[in-house]
């Protein structure tokens, strides 16, 4: 498992589902890819996943070069849709195609692996600005919302769950990315606050990946509270989502969290969650949860039979989770295949 890896592998796949077929908008070099591109657009039968299956790199180049040019684009001008659209975008890029790289590259070279996470970081910092930014156009007082000033308070609407989703993605690359930098780690809370206020507005939101993606930043919350991040970084003092932990019942006498509130529990209970919101159909639930709570409880039997039950498993008529399940059967596999490494 990663350092800080709040959203997990599997879980980019969910944050790549909707909008893979993006990439028809934007400009290439390369007339096979929109010859493929197009025929898949007036073909029923040709979906993202068949696009990913047959030209990954045609994808992959696609992403990159587009998300290239939004580094170098001037945003004091831009409308705060395209603001929204182009944090989404390099978020995508950025766990969709460099941080998987990254991770799977580190093994066999490792400073190849670590400039990979450096370009992703690139991509989330100005994924992190721009979603920021498209938030305070909306909410002037966003910025101090997020980082709990003045107890301000904002009626969000559902309407702005994807934004707070991508939002949160962003920080999360970002955190994971620069492989535990401090100038990172202390944005750490955001990630939770915003994806808890997502789950207050509409807790099932694309068949539960508000869940999902609390299963591997639960794992983060330790079983004692001077362990925990704070909202400035330090160790002690607040509770999972980053609020001061005086609220009475998350600790017993000796100081000690309880039963409930550790880490390992509260994820495997956004598990069930995800797994009951999407009717268990969608597969990367089951990765995730393997690769983030099994491996941490060294619980390697489970680990082996859970990710079996995902390779082994038919891949469910549900358009909006089939580049999903196909990826999680891909991740399952070479998590299967790094057993020995994960597990001592």
Known sequence: MQIFSFIPGITRSKLIQNRLLLVVQFKTDNIFSIIIVIFCFFNQSCSTTSILKSTPKTVESFMMKRSNSILKKDYSKISSDRLLKHSIFLT??????V???AEKTLDEDYQAGIDLYKEANKYFERAVFLGNKYLIVKYPTFDDWLRQKNYTDIEFTKDDVE??????????GAVSSSRGNPQWVIHLPKV????EKALELNPTWNYGSLYSVMIPYATTISDSPERDWDMNGYLGGYNRFGKESEVNGYYN????????????NIATN?????LKASNGMDL??????????LVLQQNRSEFIKLLDLVIKSKEKEVKELEL?????????????NRTEELFY
């Open 99 to 101: 941080m998987e790289n």
């Open 192 to 195: 939770g606050q915003l994806i």
């Open 163 to 172: 934004a707070l989703y991508w939002l949160s993605a962003a920080y999360g």
């Open 324 to 336: 999903g399940n196909y990826m999680a059967k891909q991740r399952a596999q070479w998590l299967l």
């Open 284 to 293: 990367s639930s089951h990765v995730s949860y393997a690769e983030n709570v």
């Open 92 to 97: 995508m890029t950025g766990f969709g195609f």
């Open 253 to 264: 006498s000796n100081g000690v969290r309880e039963k409930e509130y550790v880490g390992v």
């Open 270 to 274: 956004y598990y069930n969650l995800a």
